[in-house]
Each structure stands twice: as structure tokens, then as C-alpha cells.
């Protein structure tokens, strides 16, 4: 009887034991500093260190209080991203190595998603405490999270290295939360040789909507599977053609969404009204994962609006094509995204991954790297260093690329970003497939934006 | 050797987190030892006969039943019920999931009730219901009457029929998407054969809750089968001989006699459908992501978009308590009606 009482006693102990490890390691990985204090967070919170590679030395207030010159800054760092998903893996590879030899002490694990999983990824990351060193985020994303206290105030930045109106775009109150990390462009790409049969003659930088609508409908030939023109029906396009058609999205105090305006219905109409005749619909597969991509590289898409970050993927198509800057309305308009990268705030190793990204962002290495192989554009101020991306034989007419900075439009941000890019890309979906009138859902989309600047 | 109702019930409640089904988990094991769905009646019966103090030990062994209880009690606690308690108290607060939380007190539930939306959430869910639950007990039903004749490869078919319950729903939907592709999908590739109309399945708002439905029936038919076959298997011949004696004809045994038999079992997937309709997600997610349009969000999914695409964890947990108020309400109702329409042998 005493036996089995002693063994029982040890089951229970060991159970017990195992609970509040348990927790201990929750709580630890969840703040590192309140556990820190008994002993069960002690352990725990240094094995979640060791699993996470960084060091105690590491950590910024001991780092600056070493009597070790500045930059041996050490310890590891790890960064989470997107841009780099879809065949540029190798190229940020190699960035890390150049960064990797000229700071031995800091190793760069990356993580890569697409960006379809990835503000989802982060999010819970964050909640849960397990987000990474660094990570990057989007021009329409930056004000959600650096609103919300997700991102650490990165200290001492030069800002001579970089184009100032990227890196003012990422400084809030006179705090800089990121680093512009990259920026591309939207431009109109255009099969060669399927304007030469049908006879039409190739897009150029002075042409309308009107031009563009009437190209696509000599264009397409159902009959073959050829479509003439395909632009994405979503808010990412939508805030752009609203531009060209000197359109307002927000109100000047940005308290009311005015989308909904005769020039946003008109916007509104160039989107949906091509959906089905000259555009592929939703039905046919628009919308689904790269399937204008494989359109496009097919042969069987004569005009195609989309990023510069699709030119290395289009190197080995087997028929010429080339870019132009997009038709515009009454105005001329570019979409222009901005990347930019950041620290977190519970970044136990904030020092190192600072160093990180600004080499990512500025270093010589990383402008060739984005340069050789079609990238994003680096956010450099330094002009002359991005000669060698015009030398690139494909598209001919890179310059393009340039001259469509020269009317960028960024796309319009709110801390509540997600709802109001679903409620218009809702709104204009819905239309496209006949279920509902834009007269009607632009205006119901316009007032839920609106009740979502509110907070 | 089919599987019996009761540990169906067990291990369906292992990954759902509704009361009916974790309430139920307690009982199981009683319920196993018996033979089948129509002794619920009985259960209580088997509890008091249960009862430790026959032999005047119970503190004596408390200390061994709490350490047998732990591997199934503490993850039970840890990862159901104390965040099921955490969710009324994020119900009550605005956060999203990166700055600490604000208490707004019941500002959330009094959002969610007065927008319009969220009836629609609820009605989505209600359509798909309705659509899913005739569906899945008729065709599960009619399977297992056939697969209780003698057939040749009689297990065979079962085993078939049963395949797609046990398949990852994720798998699933993916099939379903393709099968119903609208522009180069088999479905639509035979009804353009046969001269019929090609609808837009799942990228047209009108046929995209019909295409969830198809693919959803089709998954849980074995279910639905393995349980009235275990109903129809425990139905005395006896009965069915007295009934043909006295000239009954075949429909008449069906309806008079078979049917009202197998209640218990239609109670029983009547009831763990609702439940599991009423919490629909994965296939909506993967096959539609709950549009287009949102003409397919169900109320998980906007719990779903609420946490991790809106950062409005303290809508969504406020969401989660409404719709377990809802499911709770709906089995309760059930369980009064019970008494009224359900047979026990």
C-alpha cells in the first residue's frame, strides 16, 4: 500500500510538473521579461532564447553598453517576408550571404510566404508572440500595424541612402517605424506579336482608356481563346483608374470616402464593362492564382495590367512583348506599391536586426541583386546606381518603368484596411458579374468606408 | 462491427468545441457498452447503477482516478475550457490581437445584433442547413438500406461509401472546386454533352451555397449511412416478421414499422448535423472563402475574417458566444422534442 502511495504521489508530482512547464513556457515566450523572475521562467525563457538563436549579449542595452567597437553588433536574427515568393528566393539568398560576411557575428534566418497567407501569418505571429526579428510589410498595411504599437522605433537611421519620399512614407510623427525596402510599378504589358496579327498597332504612352478599349475588342477572338485585355476587378486597380479619372477616394481631411463620385461610377464602369467581352470572367478563371500569369505567357493575352516583378518571370516566353506606361483618362496615373521592412517591437534583438534591414535596404549587394534580376525596384536616392537596370535587354522600353513615377499614385491606407478592401472589391466583383448594379453598390461601399474611418 | 453511434459521438466531439458533443463525451463510454442509439433512455439508469460507493472506496481510489484523468482532463482544460472562459472575457473588449485590449463591456454584442450582416451570416448558414440536412439523411439513409440486403462485396461498398468521412476536408473541397469548375470542370463538361445548362457553381453567387452543399453531402453520406445501418442492423427481425405476418407490404414495413424504429438514429444525426451545419467552415473557406460577393459567408467564416483578416478578435469572440447561444437554443428545442417523436425499443 505505501508503494503504490509513493508511486502515486510521483505521478501526480510529475504530472504537475509538467503542467506548469507548460505554462511557464507560454507565458515566457509570451513577454520575456514578466516571467523572468521565478525560476521556472528562468529556464524556460533562456531554452526559448537558445531555440531561437539569439544570445544574451545580443540584446541592445548590453550591446551599447559593450566596450566592443559599434558595429559588432551579434547575435541572430530572423525576418519574415513575401516579395521574395515566387522566384526571387535566390536572389534575397543572396543578399543574406553578402550581409553574412560582412557581419560574422549575425546569422539571417528567412521565412518566405506568399503574400496571400502572409498578413494572416503575421498577425497571429504577433499576437502569439512568436513574430519574427524583423519582417516586412506593405505600404497598405504599414499604418494598421504601426498604429498599433507592433512595430519598434528604429533609432539613428540615416536617411541620405534612400529616395525621401520613401522613407518619409514610413515615418510616422517624426518616428521612422520602417525602412522602404523596395518599390515597383504598375505598367501595361503587351503581346507583339498578337498586335501584329490582328493588325492593330502597338500601345503607346499617350493612349486613352478609349484607345485601349477599342485595341482590346479588335483583339480578342473567343473563338481561338484569345483575350484582348485583362485587368484584375479589385480595389488595387480601382483607386488607380480613379486617379486617371481625376477622381477623389477620401475627402481632403480624410473624414468621408468620396469614391463613389460620377468619375469613380465612370472609374468603376472601365473595370467591369470589359469583364466578359474583351476580359476573361470569374467564371472563365480570372481571380484564381496566376491564372493571367499563365494567360499572359501562354500567348493567348494580348494586354495585361500588372507589376514590373513580373518581367524575370516572363524572360523565356517565346514571343515578343514589351511594356508601356498605362492609358490613362483625364489624368495619367501609375499604381505604385512600396515594401518596407521592420522591426518588431518585442524584438529581443532589435540592434542586429536593425543592421539587417539596413543593409537589406541600402547595401550595394542588394541593389545589384534587385538590378540583375528584374526585381522590385531598390529605394535608393543614388540614380545613377540603378543604370544598370535600363541595360537589361527585356522588356526594350524600361524606361517605362521610370516614366511612370512620374504620376504614382500610392494606394489609399486606413487602419481598418482589410474591410475596406474587401467591401470594394465586393462592390465592384458583384457588378462585374451583373448580380448587382455599380450605381448602386459603389455608393453602399462609399459609406461603409466611411463608417470604417471611425476606428 | 460497424462502429457504434456513441463513439462516433466521442470522436466527433474530440475536434468540435460545441456543448452538446463534449457533454456527450462523458457518456460514451456507458453508452458503448450497450448496443446501440436507442438506449439514451437507459443512460441514466447505467449512470446510477454506476455509482462508486458499492463498494465503499471511492476517496481510496480518488487519488488514482485523478491521475488516470490527467492526460484527457489537462489538455481538455488548457486548450477547451480555459480559453472558452478567455473568450468572454475578449467578447467584452475591443483587441486586435496586437495592442492590449480595450473593455468596451457589451458594445460588441450590441453592434453584432443590430447589423443587418450578421443576419445574413446566420441565414447562409441557415440555407446551407436546409439544403445539406435533407440531402445527407435521405441519401444515407436509402445507402444503408441497400447496404444492409445481401449484396455481393457488401463491405466493399460500405468501406467505399464511408471513404470520404475519413478524407481531409481540405482534399475534398479541392476536388469538389475542380469537379465543379465552371469553365473546364467535368460537371460542366457532361451537362454541356447532354444539351443542359452550365452553371457558374461556385463562382456565381446564386449556385455557389449549392455547390458547398453538393460536395458537403457527399462527404458525410457514409456517416449518415453507417449510423441508420447500425439502426436498421439493431431492429428485431422478429418485428419485421409479425408485421409481414399480418400482411404489411413492403412500403408499410418501411413506413409503419422501419422508420419509426430507427428514430433514435435520425435523432441522433438529426441533431450532430445541425450542430456541425450551424458550425460549417472548412468547406465554405477552401471552395469559396465565403464569397462570391459574400453570398456564402457562414458564421464561422466571419468569426474566421473577423480574428485574423479584420483584427476584431473581440466581434468574433462576441460572434462565437451569439452562435453558441444560437446552437444551444436549437439542441435544447431538440431534446424537448425528443420525447415526443422518438421511439426507444
Given at each position: 500500500m505505501k508503494r503504490t502511495r509513493t508511486t502515486l504521489a510521483v505521478a501526480a508530482i510529475s504530472g504537475l510538473a509538467l503542467l506548469l512547464g507548460a505554462c511557464a513556457q507560454g507565458s515566457a515566450s509570451r513577454s520575456g521579461t514578466s516571467s523572468q523572475s521565478s525560476p521556472a521562467g528562468d529556464t524556460s525563457s533562456s531554452s526559448s532564447q537558445s531555440s531561437s538563436g539569439s544570445s544574451s549579449e545580443s540584446s541592445p542595452a548590453?550591446?551599447?553598453?559593450?566596450?566592443?567597437?559599434?558595429?559588432?553588433?551579434?547575435?541572430?536574427?530572423?525576418?519574415?517576408?513575401?516579395?521574395?515568393?515566387g522566384g526571387h528566393e535566390a536572389d534575397l539568398k543572396k543578399i543574406v550571404d553578402a550581409f553574412e560576411a560582412a557581419n560574422p557575428g549575425i546569422k539571417v534566418t528567412v521565412e518566405t510566404l506568399p503574400y496571400a497567407d502572409y498578413f494572416t501569418k503575421l498577425q497571429t505571429a504577433i499576437a502569439g508572440g512568436t513574430a519574427a526579428d524583423a519582417f516586412e510589410l506593405d505600404y497598405q498595411?504599414?499604418?494598421?500595424?504601426?498604429?498599433?504599437?507592433?512595430?519598434?522605433?528604429?533609432?539613428?537611421?540615416?536617411?541620405?541612402?534612400?529616395?525621401?519620399?520613401?522613407?518619409?512614407?514610413?515615418?510616422?510623427?517624426?518616428?521612422?517605424?520602417?525602412?522602404?525596402?523596395?518599390?515597383?510599378?504598375?505598367?501595361?504589358?503587351?503581346?507583339?506579336?498578337?498586335?501584329?496579327?490582328?493588325?492593330?498597332?502597338?500601345?503607346?504612352?499617350?493612349?486613352?482608356?478609349?484607345?485601349?478599349?477599342?485595341?482590346?475588342?479588335?483583339?480578342?477572338?473567343?473563338?481561338?481563346?484569345?483575350?484582348?485585355?485583362?485587368?484584375?476587378?479589385?480595389?488595387?486597380?480601382?483607386?488607380k483608374v480613379l486617379a486617371q479619372n481625376g477622381g477623389q477616394f477620401f475627402n481632403a481631411a480624410k473624414t468621408a470616402a468620396t469614391f463613389a463620385s460620377p468619375q469613380g461610377i465612370a472609374a468603376a464602369h472601365q473595370l467591369i464593362d470589359r469583364s466578359g467581352t474583351v476580359m476573361p470572367t470569374a467564371a472563365d478563371g480570372a481571380g484564381t492564382p496566376d491564372f493571367d500569369t499563365n494567360l499572359f505567357k501562354s500567348g493567348k493575352l494580348a494586354m495585361?495590367?500588372?507589376?514590373?516583378?513580373?518581367?524575370?518571370?516572363?524572360?523565356?516566353?517565346?514571343?515578343?512583348?514589351?511594356?508601356?506606361?498605362?492609358?490613362?483618362?483625364?489624368?495619367?496615373?501609375?499604381?505604385?506599391?512600396?515594401?518596407?521592412?521592420?522591426?518588431?517591437?518585442?524584438?529581443?534583438?532589435?540592434?542586429?536586426?536593425?543592421?539587417?534591414?539596413?543593409?537589406?535596404?541600402?547595401?550595394?549587394?542588394?541593389?545589384?541583386?534587385?538590378?540583375?534580376?528584374?526585381?522590385?525596384?531598390?529605394?535608393?536616392?543614388?540614380?545613377?546606381?540603378?543604370?544598370?537596370?535600363?541595360?537589361?535587354?527585356?522588356?526594350?522600353?524600361?524606361?517605362?518603368?521610370?516614366d511612370a513615377l512620374d504620376n504614382a499614385v500610392l494606394p489609399p491606407t486606413i487602419e481598418r484596411q482589410q474591410e475596406m478592401q474587401d467591401a470594394i472589391d465586393n462592390a465592384l466583383t458583384g457588378a462585374a458579374a451583373g448580380h448587382t448594379k455599380i450605381e448602386d453598390s459603389l455608393p453602399a461601399a462609399e459609406k461603409m468606408v466611411t463608417s470604417l474611418l471611425g476606428g | 462491427?460497424?462502429?457504434?453511434?456513441?463513439?462516433?459521438?466521442?470522436?466527433?466531439?474530440?475536434?468540435?468545441?460545441?456543448?452538446?458533443?463534449?457533454?456527450?463525451?462523458?457518456?460514451?463510454?456507458?453508452?458503448?457498452?450497450?448496443?446501440?442509439?436507442?438506449?439514451?433512455?437507459?443512460?441514466?439508469?447505467?449512470?446510477?447503477?454506476?455509482?462508486?460507493?458499492?463498494?465503499?472506496?471511492?476517496?481510496?481510489?480518488?487519488?488514482?482516478?485523478?491521475?488516470?484523468?490527467?492526460?484527457?482532463?489537462?489538455?481538455?482544460?488548457?486548450?477547451?475550457?480555459?480559453?472558452?472562459?478567455?473568450?468572454?472575457?475578449?467578447?467584452?473588449?475591443?483587441?486586435?490581437?496586437?495592442?492590449?485590449?480595450?473593455?468596451?463591456?457589451?458594445?460588441?454584442?450590441?453592434?453584432?445584433?443590430?447589423?443587418?450582416?450578421?443576419?445574413?451570416?446566420?441565414?447562409?448558414?441557415?440555407?446551407?442547413?436546409?439544403?445539406?440536412?435533407?440531402?445527407?439523411y435521405i441519401g444515407?439513409?436509402?445507402?444503408?438500406?441497400?447496404?444492409?440486403?445481401?449484396?455481393?462485396?457488401?463491405?466493399?461498398?460500405?468501406?467505399?461509401?464511408?471513404?470520404?468521412?475519413?478524407?481531409?476536408?481540405?482534399?475534398?473541397?479541392?476536388?469538389?472546386?475542380?469537379?465543379?469548375?465552371?469553365?473546364?470542370?467535368?460537371?460542366?463538361?457532361?451537362?454541356?454533352?447532354?444539351?443542359?445548362?452550365?452553371?457558374?457553381?461556385?463562382?456565381?453567387?446564386?449556385?455557389?451555397?449549392?455547390?458547398?452543399?453538393?460536395?458537403s453531402a457527399w462527404k458525410d453520406l457514409?456517416?449518415?449511412?453507417?449510423?441508420?445501418?447500425?439502426?436498421?442492423?439493431?431492429?428485431?427481425?422478429?418485428?419485421?416478421?409479425?408485421?409481414?405476418?399480418?400482411?404489411?407490404?413492403?412500403?408499410?414495413?418501411?413506413?409503419?414499422?422501419?422508420?419509426?424504429?430507427?428514430?433514435p438514429s435520425t435523432f441522433f444525426v438529426v441533431v450532430i448535423s445541425l450542430i456541425n451545419g450551424l458550425q460549417v467552415f472548412d468547406q465554405v473557406f477552401v471552395m469559396t472563402g465565403g464569397g462570391p460577393q459574400g453570398a456564402t459567408q457562414v458564421v464561422v467564416g466571419q468569426i474566421y475574417n473577423l480574428t485574423f483578416r479584420y483584427g476584431r478578435a473581440g466581434d468574433a469572440a462576441a460572434l462565437s458566444w451569439i452562435l453558441f447561444v444560437v446552437i444551444l437554443a436549437i439542441t435544447a428545442g431538440q431534446l424537448a422534442g425528443q420525447r415526443r417523436w422518438v421511439t426507444h425499443a
Amino acid at each position: 500500500m505505501k508503494r503504490t502511495r509513493t508511486t502515486l504521489a510521483v505521478a501526480a508530482i510529475s504530472g504537475l510538473a509538467l503542467l506548469l512547464g507548460a505554462c511557464a513556457q507560454g507565458s515566457a515566450s509570451r513577454s520575456g521579461t514578466s516571467s523572468q523572475s521565478s525560476p521556472a521562467g528562468d529556464t524556460s525563457s533562456s531554452s526559448s532564447q537558445s531555440s531561437s538563436g539569439s544570445s544574451s549579449e545580443s540584446s541592445p542595452a548590453e550591446s551599447s553598453g559593450s566596450n566592443a567597437p559599434a558595429d559588432a553588433v551579434t547575435g541572430d536574427v530572423t525576418y519574415m517576408e513575401f516579395s521574395a515568393n515566387g522566384g526571387h528566393e535566390a536572389d534575397l539568398k543572396k543578399i543574406v550571404d553578402a550581409f553574412e560576411a560582412a557581419n560574422p557575428g549575425i546569422k539571417v534566418t528567412v521565412e518566405t510566404l506568399p503574400y496571400a497567407d502572409y498578413f494572416t501569418k503575421l498577425q497571429t505571429a504577433i499576437a502569439g508572440g512568436t513574430a519574427a526579428d524583423a519582417f516586412e510589410l506593405d505600404y497598405q498595411h504599414f499604418v494598421s500595424y504601426s498604429a498599433s504599437g507592433a512595430l519598434a522605433p528604429l533609432a539613428n537611421v540615416d536617411p541620405s541612402p534612400y529616395k525621401k519620399s520613401l522613407i518619409d512614407g514610413f515615418n510616422m510623427g517624426g518616428k521612422q517605424f520602417a525602412l522602404p525596402e523596395s518599390f515597383s510599378d504598375v505598367v501595361l504589358f503587351y503581346n507583339k506579336d498578337l498586335f501584329d496579327k490582328a493588325g492593330v498597332a502597338p500601345p503607346n504612352a499617350n493612349w486613352t482608356w478609349a484607345d485601349e478599349n477599342a485595341a482590346a475588342k479588335k483583339l480578342t477572338d473567343k473563338a481561338k481563346g484569345i483575350w484582348g485585355d485583362y485587368q484584375p476587378i479589385s480595389y488595387n486597380e480601382f483607386y488607380k483608374v480613379l486617379a486617371q479619372n481625376g477622381g477623389q477616394f477620401f475627402n481632403a481631411a480624410k473624414t468621408a470616402a468620396t469614391f463613389a463620385s460620377p468619375q469613380g461610377i465612370a472609374a468603376a464602369h472601365q473595370l467591369i464593362d470589359r469583364s466578359g467581352t474583351v476580359m476573361p470572367t470569374a467564371a472563365d478563371g480570372a481571380g484564381t492564382p496566376d491564372f493571367d500569369t499563365n494567360l499572359f505567357k501562354s500567348g493567348k493575352l494580348a494586354m495585361w495590367h500588372t507589376g514590373i516583378w513580373m518581367f524575370a518571370a516572363l524572360a523565356n516566353v517565346p514571343f515578343n512583348w514589351d511594356i508601356v506606361v498605362e492609358p490613362g483618362n483625364t489624368n495619367k496615373a501609375s499604381a505604385m506599391f512600396a515594401n518596407s521592412v521592420a522591426v518588431s517591437a518585442t524584438s529581443k534583438n532589435a540592434a542586429a536586426a536593425q543592421k539587417w534591414l539596413e543593409f537589406l535596404t541600402s547595401s550595394d549587394a542588394m541593389v545589384s541583386a534587385r538590378l540583375a534580376s528584374g526585381w522590385e525596384l531598390p529605394p535608393i536616392s543614388d540614380a545613377t546606381k540603378l543604370g544598370a537596370y535600363l541595360d537589361q535587354p527585356k522588356p526594350a522600353n524600361r524606361k517605362a518603368v521610370f516614366d511612370a513615377l512620374d504620376n504614382a499614385v500610392l494606394p489609399p491606407t486606413i487602419e481598418r484596411q482589410q474591410e475596406m478592401q474587401d467591401a470594394i472589391d465586393n462592390a465592384l466583383t458583384g457588378a462585374a458579374a451583373g448580380h448587382t448594379k455599380i450605381e448602386d453598390s459603389l455608393p453602399a461601399a462609399e459609406k461603409m468606408v466611411t463608417s470604417l474611418l471611425g476606428g | 462491427m460497424t462502429p457504434t453511434p456513441a463513439s462516433f459521438a466521442a470522436a466527433r466531439s474530440a475536434d468540435a468545441n460545441d456543448v452538446i458533443a463534449v457533454s456527450g463525451q462523458g457518456d460514451s463510454a456507458q453508452r458503448d457498452r450497450h448496443s446501440g442509439p436507442e438506449d439514451t433512455d437507459r443512460r441514466s439508469r447505467g449512470a446510477r447503477r454506476m455509482r462508486p460507493g458499492r463498494r465503499g472506496s471511492g476517496w481510496r481510489n480518488a487519488g488514482w482516478v485523478l491521475v488516470f484523468l490527467l492526460p484527457s482532463a489537462v489538455p481538455l482544460l488548457l486548450f477547451t475550457v480555459i480559453p472558452m472562459l478567455a473568450s468572454i472575457w475578449v467578447s467584452l473588449t475591443k483587441w486586435n490581437l496586437i495592442s492590449a485590449p480595450t473593455f468596451v463591456a457589451f458594445a460588441n454584442y450590441r453592434r453584432l445584433l443590430t447589423d443587418p450582416a450578421t443576419l445574413d451570416y446566420f441565414l447562409h448558414t441557415g440555407a446551407y442547413i436546409v439544403g445539406y440536412l435533407p440531402l445527407v439523411y435521405i441519401g444515407g439513409l436509402s445507402l444503408a438500406y441497400v447496404l444492409d440486403k445481401k449484396l455481393v462485396a457488401r463491405s466493399f461498398f460500405r468501406a467505399a461509401v464511408f471513404l470520404p468521412v475519413i478524407t481531409s476536408w481540405v482534399v475534398v473541397a479541392l476536388v469538389w472546386q475542380w469537379l465543379l469548375n465552371p469553365a473546364h470542370g467535368v460537371v460542366n463538361t457532361v451537362l454541356g454533352a447532354l444539351g443542359l445548362g452550365q452553371p457558374g457553381w461556385w463562382t456565381d453567387p446564386d449556385w455557389a451555397m449549392p455547390s458547398i452543399i453538393l460536395a458537403s453531402a457527399w462527404k458525410d453520406l457514409g456517416f449518415v449511412m453507417v449510423i441508420m445501418l447500425a439502426g436498421l442492423q439493431s431492429i428485431p427481425g422478429d418485428v419485421q416478421e409479425a408485421a409481414t405476418v399480418d400482411g404489411a407490404t413492403g412500403w408499410q414495413r418501411f413506413r409503419r414499422v422501419t422508420w419509426p424504429m430507427l428514430s433514435p438514429s435520425t435523432f441522433f444525426v438529426v441533431v450532430i448535423s445541425l450542430i456541425n451545419g450551424l458550425q460549417v467552415f472548412d468547406q465554405v473557406f477552401v471552395m469559396t472563402g465565403g464569397g462570391p460577393q459574400g453570398a456564402t459567408q457562414v458564421v464561422v467564416g466571419q468569426i474566421y475574417n473577423l480574428t485574423f483578416r479584420y483584427g476584431r478578435a473581440g466581434d468574433a469572440a462576441a460572434l462565437s458566444w451569439i452562435l453558441f447561444v444560437v446552437i444551444l437554443a436549437i439542441t435544447a428545442g431538440q431534446l424537448a422534442g425528443q420525447r415526443r417523436w422518438v421511439t426507444h425499443a
